[in-house]
């Protein structure tokens, strides 16, 4: 199957910084691509969606300018927290898809702890 | 606002057993996907269901896709260790976006 590659798989932060996470499709080019939040022993949550060459879609209750999503290639896409807080410590998890009605792959996920 | 339960929450049995999960939408599925993600990874697909009363089978996992097409199965024969994880339905919602469950998280003991 296709291969997504997130990068780095876990960070630790100072609070206050920010920190930015790469997904990448290795194998397809990817024309959307979703970040997910998932807390300990809990779901994966939606956070938004990105489609390449346009504004990230963001699901209700992310806030947009602290959770930066750039989608600038058919391969790549970034999520850059900003500011970082411990309670944004969590699993970041990314998946990409090659068009409408396709598989959507998975990344393998970053762990951010932020101290 | 479509909204998926998963049944059990917790699942703790023991090799060898067989076991049944349970998926529930809220609405009619696009298309359902069941995962199993393990600790510290990505979700790994599983299978991708669309018909009403669709049948597939990945070895030892069957899956039955209801005849409303609103509701899903999993069910694992003689379980084993290595089946551990988080199984996770999802429905990829006409391809906008993905809605996962709240998963059912299962332990095979040896």
Redesign the interface.
């Known amino acids: ?1 296709a291969v ?1 590659s ?1 990068h780095p798989s876990r960070v630790i932060c100072k609070s206050g910084t920010s920190v930015k996470i790469e997904c990448r499709s290795l194998d397809f080019q990817a024309t ?1 691509m ?1 970040w ?1 939040r998932q807390f300990p ?6 956070m938004a ?1 990105s489609n390449e060459g346009s504004k990230a879609t963001y699901e209700q209750g992310v806030e947009k300018d602290k959770f930066l999503i750039n989608h600038a290639s058919l391969t790549l896409s970034t999520l850059t927290v900003t500011s970082a807080h411990p309670e944004d410590s969590s ?1 970041y ?1 990314c ?1 990409a ?1 090659q ?3 396709t ?7 970053t ?1 951010l702890t932020v101290v | 606002t479509q909204l998926l339960e998963q049944s059990p929450q917790f699942l703790s049995i023991q090799e060898g057993e067989n076991l049944t999960v349970y998926c529930n939408s809220s609405s009619v599925f696009s298309s359902l996907q069941w ?1 199993r993600q393990e600790p ?6 599983l299978v ?1 269901v669309v018909t009403g009363g669709e049948v597939k089978k990945l070895k030892r996992l069957t899956f039955q896709f209801g005849d409303a097409r609103k509701d899903s199965s999993l069910h694992i024969t003689a379980a084993q260790p290595g089946d551990t994880g ?1 199984y ?1 339905c999802a429905d ?1 919602n ?10 059912t ?1 299962l332990s095979v003991l040896p």
């Open positions: 199957g997504v997130q959307t979703f997910y022993k809990q779901s994966l949550m939606l969606t699993f998890i998946s898809k068009g409408v009605g598989e959507a792959f998975f990344g393998q996920g762990r | 995962y510290g990874e990505g979700p790994v697909l991708t988080l996770l990829d006409y391809g906008q976006n993905f809605v996962f469950g709240p998963g998280r």
